[in-house]
């Protein structure tokens, strides 16, 4: 099956500062999506971005299929942008829907 | 802005006993998924159902697990008799197209096994 891998596996900033999260797939996509998973557990859904650009406030999000990998910027970070970010990517044959990588741990301090 | 609800958001259950989460998927959609995720550990699949029957299922997805819509609306997943490994985030999903399109993840339901 497809491979996903995220870099890096953990993450330490101070408030303010900004990040790029990367993420490598093994085989075309036509799904892709980045997800922030909460303290609670929860996965908030941050982008549906199978090709190009999309910005949402402080965060943005590039993916580049024809080279298989997909940026997740984060501006200005706060505090409560600390989490685990997935990346997770969908192939044509379409019957798992998703395959998630193993995730950015992200921590923010004031 | 529609929403994947799921109940209960936190089950506590002791070894051997029946589980049943409940999963109400977005309202036009047709293909629904569900996910485990074990603490620490990224988000796996478990299972995709579509026409009323699953269209795959993992290697995790054993004889213990089931899934069914009953009436339409719900989308379920019963664990027969859960084990201590089975304690878990279980996320349900769905989506409107088969394979492209986002996918909808529910909030989860943390299951505890004692």
């Known amino acids: 099956g497809i491979q996903v891998e995220q870099s890096p596996p953990d993450l330490i900033l101070q408030e303010g500062a900004n990040s790029t999260l990367r993420c490598n797939f093994s085989?075309?996509?036509?799904?892709l999506q980045w997800f922030h998973q909460n303290p609670w557990g929860q996965l908030i859904n941050l982008f549906y971005i199978p090709s190009g650009t999309k910005q949402n406030g402080r965060l943005s999000a590039t993916t580049v299929a024809t080279e298989r990998y997909s940026l997740l910027y984060i501006s200005s970070s706060q505090t409560t942008d600390s989490g685990v970010y997935f990346c997770a990517v969908g192939t044509n044959t379409g019957r798992r829907a998703l395959t998630f990588g193993s995730g950015t741990r992200l921590q923010v301090q004031p | 802005e529609p929403e994947v609800t799921q109940t209960p958001s936190h089950q506590v259950t002791q070894m051997g006993q029946e589980v049943i989460l409940r999963c109400v998927p977005i309202?036009?959609?047709?293909?629904f998924y569900w996910y485990r995720q074990i603490l620490g550990q990224k988000v796996e699949f478990l299972v995709s159902?579509?026409?009323?029957?699953?269209?795959?299922k993992s290697e995790i997805f054993d004889d213990q697990f089931s899934v069914e819509r009953p009436d339409g609306s719900n989308f379920t997943l019963k664990i027969r008799s859960t084990k201590l490994e089975d304690s878990a985030m279980y996320f349900c999903a769905s989506r409107g197209q088969f394979n492209t399109g986002e996918l909808f993840f529910g909030e989860g339901s943390r299951l505890t096994v004692l």
């Open positions: 159902f579509y026409n009323n029957e699953i269209s795959e």
């Open positions: 309202s036009n959609h047709l293909y």
């Open positions: 085989d075309s996509v036509n799904n």
